[in-house]
């Protein structure tokens, strides 16, 4: 079963970049449509963005125009790249196989990464 892993987490003031890698052990990601999803303290788990096999993409509305999501095939990761943050971008970030906007429609999530945007 493949495992994914986030990296790329950290600190950022506003108004600041980011960019989120997730990557896969044991299997390619490159035909499997993947997701990033976003939990705050306190709050459920929200849809980010997600990429399918045939790279189309889907953004939540909250940060659409901010951040991009893509794939490098050389490095078998997909990418999020998350520009102009705000506070309320601040939370766990977490990647998961699947394709859709519910949670339920994801699986083999990783452990998240950190993302504070703060000053």
């Known amino acids: 079963q493949v495992q994914l892993v986030e990296s790329g987490g950290g600190l950022v003031q506003p108004g600041g970049s980011l960019r989120l890698s997730c990557a896969a052990s044991?299997?390619?990601?490159?035909?499997?449509?993947v997701g990033w999803f976003r939990q705050a303290p306190g709050k459920e788990r929200e849809f980010v963005s997600a990429?399918?096999?045939?790279?189309?993409?889907n953004y939540a509305d909250s940060v659409k125009g901010r951040f991009t999501i893509s794939r490098d095939y050389a490095k078998n990761t997909v990418s999020l790249q998350m520009n102009d943050l705000k506070p309320e971008d601040t939370a766990i970030y977490y990647c998961?196989?699947?394709?859709?906007?519910?949670?339920?429609?994801?699986?083999?999530w990783g452990q998240g990464t950190q993302v504070t945007v703060s000053s």
């Open positions: 998961a196989k699947g394709w859709g906007r519910a949670a339920a429609d994801f699986d083999s």
């Open positions: 044991g299997r390619t990601l490159s035909s499997s449509p």
């Open positions: 990429i399918n096999w045939n790279g189309n993409t």
